[in-house]
Every structure is written in structure tokens, then in C-alpha cells.
């Protein structure tokens, strides 16, 4: 287990992968993915559920991004946007661009082109992802054959050779297993292993370590990796744990509430938050500091996406809120450094505090 030391040397909290962003290969200037502005609503019998409200962000080659937030925040939708997966009855407005191509306006065939080639994705549950009537060797075949005309031999082939890509030992008679005969962190490889069979430009891995013990997620992680910079790819990496994405993502969008509320550099998130959520999820992370004591969650749960709270949406959970934030919700701006975006209309009280944790742990403390 790898750790993030703070500016003097102390353990912040406990990582959950023994990467560093030095193991991962920096990403170039090529854009790949450009989001912008990306809304996404789903009209129920009880009211318009505003799941996504105006993500944008730019994707690098070879460049990882992580999407955080607790459950319900965005991440999954704004996600399966990108791949075409979202039902008819979405409402999805802004604009995707992969290689300057838009992907909203494309026609169905050739959106489909682009899904599981070009733009490739590694779901939640592996379990429920993978048919459980055919074999690992036959659903990582159809995922070649789907875009590429070529004998069922070869391309049984090619599966074999990502089965021994991301470390499943005996790949050749693994071919023949079915799901339910491999762990759940052999799932998962292979779900890796269907995302890459096609040498994607993005891979977009949704809670890749969800039910997973620590020691199976740090493999997974560090497979994820090896493989991107085998292909060449970018990764979209949406977590609730900051943990996973310490030591692998170059930069960090994290959502509240259906919208981004803080972007920037990795770093400046850990060391220098500049929106109280972001604090909350910092200060709720087990660590050497808390060993022995309670966690400190952040008190409430996020709102209705169908009924939002006037002003900002964090306000009533929020420590720093007053009636500015009630009445007023702050866009995602610029604060004090370059390239580093939040949503908060208290930033610089944040920036005054050396750990501005301790705005959370001073409630919790005092609640317990």
C-alpha cells in the first residue's frame, strides 16, 4: 500500500495502489475527447431528474483523468453519454468530440463504430457485464468481430493474447471457462481485456475495483496502467474513492450533485482544495492519522436531482455556508492558481487553513 506524504512529510492518507504518477507514462498534447458543457435529464412521473449539468473537460493521449463523487453525483451518466449508452428518454444537450469529430451529431452506425474500438469502456460489475451463458474466449471474440471482419480462429487469437496481456495465467484454457469459474478479480481483467482487445484511443473504467479487497485492487490498478500504455490510450477513471486515483490520475474533476464543483492538477486537489466538498471527501478517508478513532463523514446526504436546493447545492451540508451561498449558486471559476477551477464562493478561507480538513473534523468532533 503506497501512502501521499503532505508538504512536511506527514502521512495525509492511506492509497490504495502502489503507483505513483511517475509509473504512469505523461500524457502528450494530442487531444483526444473534448466534453463540453454536457447536460444530460431524464423526465419521470415525479419531475425532470437533472442527472449531468454542464460538464466540460479535455482528455490527452495517454492522459488519466479522475472523475469523483459520492453515488448519484453524475459520474456514470455523463459517462455513458460519451458511449452512446444512455436510453432514448435522455435528454442530452452540449457537445462530445472525439478527434474533433462530434459525436452527438453522428448517425447511429456510425456512433456504434466508434463504441468499443475507438472509445472502449470497463463496467461497474463484471458479473452482470459478461453473459453468463457464453465463454470468456467467445464474448472476447465477438468484441473483435463486431468490427473487424477476420476467421473466429484469429480472432480467439487475439483474446488470447489480452487474457495473457492482463496476467490471467492459462489463457489458453481460460478461453473456455465461463464466467462464474473465475474470481472476481479475474472478471475484471477480463472485462480489461475486452476493453483493450480493439487498441482503443480512451477506455473509460466505471468503479473498476468496486467489491474488491485492497490487495486485488492495487493488481488492478497497476494492470489498468501497464495496459493503457500498451495501447497508447487515455483513461477516463470514475471513482468514489480518492484513494484509487492518487497515484494515477494526472488531473481530477470532482461532482456534486450532477455538476462539476472542482478541477485540477491531482496535487492541488490533495494538498490544496479549494472547495469544502472536496475537503469533506478528504477528511472522511481512513488514515494513519485516524487509526483508532471514528471516520469523519460529511453529515447529510447529497440532494434530490429532481428537487435541487436553491443556491449551492452543498450549502446544507456544507460548514462554511452562509446566506450568500443559499440565495446564489457560484460557477466553476478560476481561484488562485493556473488551471485550477472551483466552485465555491469561500475559496480563499479554504486557502487560509493549512489542512482545510479540519473545517469537517472540528463538526464531526463536535457532533460526537
Known amino acids: ?41 431524464f423526465p419521470t412521473d415525479d419531475g425532470v431528474v437533472h442527472a449531468v449539468r454542464g460538464v466540460s473537460y479535455v482528455l490527452h493521449q495517454r492522459e488519466v483523468l479522475g472523475i469523483v463523487g459520492e453515488s448519484g453525483s453524475g459520474k456514470s451518466v455523463s459517462s455513458m453519454a460519451v458511449m452512446g449508452l444512455l436510453p432514448r428518454t435522455a435528454r ?79 489463457a489458453e484454457a481460460r478461453l473456455r471457462a465461463y464466467p462464474h469459474e473465475f474470481s472476481g478479480g479475474m472478471r475484471q481483467r477480463a472485462m480489461i481485456a475486452m476493453a483493450v482487445i480493439n487498441n482503443p484511443d480512451v477506455i473509460i473504467a466505471d468503479e473498476p475495483t468496486t467489491a474488491l479487497d485492497v490487495t486485488v485492487q492495487a493488481q488492478i490498478l497497476e494492470k489498468l496502467i501497464e495496459v493503457k500504455d500498451a495501447v497508447n490510450a487515455a483513461i477516463v477513471l470514475i471513482t468514489h474513492d480518492l484513494g484509487v486515483i492518487a497515484g494515477m490520475a494526472h488531473k481530477v474533476l470532482v461532482m456534486y450533485a450532477g455538476k462539476p464543483v472542482e478541477v485540477a492538477d491531482t496535487d492541488a486537489i490533495f494538498y490544496s482544495p479549494r472547495m469544502p466538498y472536496t475537503a469533506g471527501l478528504l477528511g472522511s478517508m481512513p488514515s494513519t492519522d485516524t487509526t483508532g478513532h471514528r471516520l469523519r463523514p460529511i453529515k447529510g446526504a447529497p440532494p434530490s436531482l429532481i428537487n435541487l436546493p436553491s443556491g449551492c447545492p452543498f450549502s446544507p451540508r456544507c460548514p462554511l455556508a452562509d446566506e450568500e451561498c443559499v440565495t446564489r449558486e457560484p460557477d466553476l471559476a478560476l481561484t488562485d492558481a493556473l488551471d485550477h477551477r472551483a466552485a465555491c464562493h469561500h475559496w480563499p478561507k479554504m486557502k487560509a487553513v493549512e489542512d482545510p480538513t479540519v473545517f469537517f473534523r472540528a463538526e464531526s468532533e463536535i457532533q460526537g
Do not use: C, Y
Open 1 to 41: 500500500m503506497g501512502e501521499i506524504l503532505d508538504s512536511h512529510g506527514d502521512n495525509r492518507l492511506d492509497v490504495h495502489v502502489g503507483l505513483t504518477l511517475d509509473d504512469v507514462r505523461p500524457p502528450s498534447d494530442e487531444e483526444i475527447l473534448r466534453v463540453e458543457d454536457l447536460t444530460v435529464e
Open 92 to 170: 442530452i444537450s452540449g457537445r462530445i468530440f472525439f478527434r474533433g469529430e462530434d459525436v452527438l451529431a453522428l448517425p447511429q452506425r456510425r456512433r456504434r463504430d466508434l463504441r468499443g474500438k475507438k472509445i472502449a469502456m470497463v463496467f461497474q460489475d463484471p458479473m452482470t457485464a459478461l453473459n453468463p451463458v457464453f465463454t470468456i474466449g467467445d464474448q472476447l471474440a465477438e468484441a473483435v468481430l463486431a468490427h473487424e471482419l477476420m476467421p473466429r480462429k484469429q480472432a480467439l487469437g487475439r483474446a488470447r493474447e489480452m487474457l495473457d496481456l492482463v496476467g490471467i495465467p492459462q
